[in-house]
């Protein structure tokens, strides 16, 4: 059972048809160099990725991990990735991770400057454990994010809505919100609306209603939160999106964050004023993110 385990890929055409990429899969040593000093993803974070759960080598929402890696890379002017391709690639990968918890990241970046584009690879290795925060629950704070909550409309070069490789805003964030004391933060908009955490999405219950920030803020829409949404409904629950003042947090009965690999976190505290937990639905969503969901 190999530890970490790692795959280039050689990238075709979204448009070539076959059914075979098996030859476009090199195995490499996950411990050993295989990236030039030229890599543009290193140099600059010019690229994108996805994050996929596994469990018991079951690879948790694989579709909607590659359409959203499509729309990162249509947002970057990356070549679209070829979804069967990567859809083997991350079955070659799945077989490797064994029983537990396993995180399978993607990678496809713009290149080796002046040279061949795009390199992309794929990544499997242990998960961290996480089952003690979706039990005790996680106290976040707010930060400014600095931009309002249409810019995406208006500037598009931003890439809000990608999940680029570019993480060192979100990486700083949680460093903010550890220095005042908490485990995570939620970016506001500078004119005081809920976004999304650096690493995850929000989900709120208000009543019998289920909330999350809609997706027109530039946003990334989270996979996870897709499927708490579609367990949500078929339990009869009343599920939306909504522009959500920040105010409305401390009102909220009940609130998670929710990511691939976390699974769904309840919130406890939001800037030091305790939040309702509602641990009965909590277990119930972690034992349902964690059973097999293509």
């Known amino acids: 059972m190999t530890r970490r385990f790692a795959l280039m890929i050689d990238p075709v055409a979204a448009s070539e048809e076959r059914e075979d990429f098996s030859g476009t899969f090199t195995a490499v040593d996950a411990a ?3 990236l030039s000093v030229g890599e543009l993803s290193t140099q600059r974070g010019d690229g994108v990725f996805e994050s996929i759960g596994v469990i018991d ?7 909607p991990h590659l359409e959203r890696l ?3 890379a249509r947002l970057c002017d990356l070549p679209v990735p070829h979804q069967e391709q990567w859809r083997q690639a991350v079955a070659v990968a799945a077989a490797e991770c064994g029983e537990g918890e396993w995180v399978i990241k993607l990678i496809l970046s713009r290149g080796v400057e002046h040279g061949p584009t795009p390199t992309a690879w794929v990544t499997a290795a242990r998960a961290a454990d996480f089952s003690a925060v979706r039990v005790d ?13 249409h810019v995406a409309e208006r500037a598009p ?4 809505g990608a999940k680029t490789l570019s993480y060192a805003v979100n990486m700083a964030a949680l460093r903010e919100a550890h220095r005042r004391g908490a485990d995570d933060a939620i970016f506001l908009s500078s004119d005081g609306f809920v976004l999304e955490a650096p690493t ?12 999350t920030p809609a997706p027109n803020g530039g946003i990334l829409h989270g996979t996870t939160q897709l499927s708490v949404y579609e367990h949500l409904s078929a339990r009869g629950f009343e599920v939306g999106y909504a522009e959500i003042p920040a105010s409305d947090l401390v009102k909220a009965d009940a609130a998670w964050l929710v990511s691939s690999v976390r699974l769904a976190a309840p919130i406890t505290a939001v800037d030091g004023t305790a939040l309702p937990v509602d641990a009965a639905l909590t277990a119930e969503l972690n034992q349902y993110l964690l059973s097999p969901r293509d």
Request: aromatic residues 8%; hydrophobic residues 55%.
């Open 70 to 72: 499509a729309h990162s």
């Open 57 to 63: 080598a079951h690879a948790q929402e694989v579709v």
């Open 137 to 149: 629950g996680i106290r976040v704070v707010t930060l400014d994010r600095g931009y309002d909550l």
């Open 200 to 211: 995850a999405s929000l989900v709120l219950r208000v009543g019998e209603r289920f909330v």
């Open 157 to 160: 070069w931003l890439l809000l």
């Open 32 to 34: 050993a160099p295989a």
